[in-house]
Structures are given as C-alpha cells and as structure tokens.
C-alpha cells in the first residue's frame, strides 16, 4: 500500500493573531505538511514551540516583523532547506525544503508573490512594479523548464489566472491579480515549467473556485466575491498521484480568519 502525504497552504495572515485558528486546522485535517504565508513575524518569535507541541517538529522559517514571511512546518525531517531573495529585496516571501522520504524525496517551494497594490500601472505605483519584476525572477527560475526532481509548488501567488477564478471576469479584469499582465504571465510561468494546476484537477473549469474572500464585504458568504488568489502546482512526475483536494471554505467563517482558506491536498508517495 502506498503511503500518502497530506500538504495545506494556507495565508495565515499573521500566524501569531491566528494560531487558535491554525490549531484547529490541525486538529481537524492532521496534515503532514502546513505551509503558512504572510506569518508577519521574525523567526525568533514564531510560535514554534506551540507547533512541536502538536507534532510538527520540523519548521523552515523567513519571517520579518510586521510584514510578509513564509513558514513551512512537517512532521517529516528535512532533507534540505533554502531560501532565495527576489528583486534585490529581503523581504521574506519564499522557502523551500526536501522532505527526507528516503528514494521518494518531494522538494516544496512556498511562496508569497506581492500583492501588487491597487494601480495596474507599474509607471505610477511601485508596488505594480515590484510584483511584475517578481514573477519574471520567478519565471527565469521556475518557468523555463520542468523541474529536475518531483516538486511541489504551493503559497499565496496573489493573482487569480482564469475566468472562473474570480467572481467576475468582466469587473475585475483592470483590477489588481486579475489584470491580464499578471494572469498571462502566471501561466506562462506554469506552462513553461510544465506545473501542473492541481486544484483544477479537481474542480474542473467552468466551475468556480475561490481562496479569499475580502475583509470589506459585510457578509462574505452571502456576496460571494471570491478570489483564487492560493496555488497548487506539481512537477510532471508527481501530477497523477495527487487524490484529493478541497479549499476549506468553512474556515472563511471561523473565529478571527484570515480573508484567505486553507487548501488541502492529498497524495500518494
């Protein structure tokens, strides 16, 4: 019988704010593997030791106060660990370990591409600027070849590339991680690398599927102005064992949220 690992991506959205809400994921899934986004804490002070509590004993960090940051936390020991800088910057927004899993090794890169601010126009807003300068880094990297051993690809990559990936194609298609610069670059990334879209694996075009739900709304639910703003890609190799996957709506409505869900996968090693 194969053995199956099971991998959450989650925003957290300041882990520290939001450890009961991350517990209770745990509690509820037992992943194997939780990689959180925008954690928004130094490394020192990452709450790892709650963690360890729980089982996680294994935890890659590239945190910064206040802003940004990547986690990664595994019941599985780490073959290897690293971390690379974008844009010149050190602003925390990428991990990546090697599980130790003897011959069926699985390298996880977690991500945290910049949101982009509210202009689409990189002449006007910097923040525009720095996520396009970003994502062609990230295409030199990942998107020019597929990956030399069996990878997954996971985080927040804040850009919703398809039509049914938002809540209105035609409303938000100025609108920042929908603009077609940011959706035509992104699967450019994802073809060149030959990724494979796990999540629409599951949830196949045309249905919709959502990650984040904005803050503003006064009754998310009932709105339902969704974004997919949260990834799932694999390497080739690794794309047909993947069994299941679910984006935990539910927990848009637990106590204190984040505006983005976790997204659970399920595969065979």
Not at 34 to 44: F, I, M, N, R, S
Not at 104 to 130: C, L, M, Q, S
Not at 160 to 176: E, F, G
Request: glycine residues 6%; contains cysteine; negative net charge.
């Amino acid at each position: 019988m194969s053995r199956t690992l099971t991998l959450v991506t989650w925003n957290i959205n300041s882990v520290r704010l939001r450890l009961p809400i991350v517990e209770q994921l745990i509690a509820e899934r037992a992943p194997d593997v939780v990689c959180l986004q925008e954690t928004k804490c130094p490394d020192g002070n990452f709450p790892s030791a709650a963690f360890k509590k729980l089982g996680y004993e294994h935890i890659a960090l590239n945190g910064q106060k206040g802003y940004h940051g990547v986690a990664t936390l595994s019941r599985i020991p780490f073959a290897a660990t690293e971390m690379r800088a974008f844009c010149g910057k050190e602003d925390s927004r990428h991990v990546a370990v090697r599980l130790a899993l003897g011959s069926d090794e699985v390298r996880i890169h977690n991500f945290y591409v910049p949101a982009g601010g509210d202009e689409p126009d990189p002449a006007i807003n910097d923040k525009f600027a720095h996520k396009l300068s970003f994502l062609a880094e990230l295409e030199q990297w990942i998107g020019s070849g597929p990956a030399a051993e069996p990878t997954i690809v996971v985080g927040d990559l804040n850009i919703a590339p398809l039509p049914d990936d938002v809540w209105s194609h035609k409303k938000l298609i100025d609108v920042v991680s929908h603009t077609p610069i940011e959706t035509e670059t992104l699967e450019r990334i994802r073809l060149g690398g030959q990724w494979h879209d796990v999540m629409r694996q599951f949830v196949p075009v045309p249905e919709k599927l959502y990650t984040w739900w904005s803050y503003r709304a006064a009754d998310w639910s009932a709105a339902d102005k969704g974004r997919r703003l949260d990834h799932v890609w694999a390497s080739p190799g690794l794309a047909d064992r993947f069994r299941s996957m679910t984006a935990l709506r539910d927990a848009r409505g637990w106590d204190r949220p984040s505006d983005h869900v976790p997204v659970v996968v399920t595969l065979d090693l």
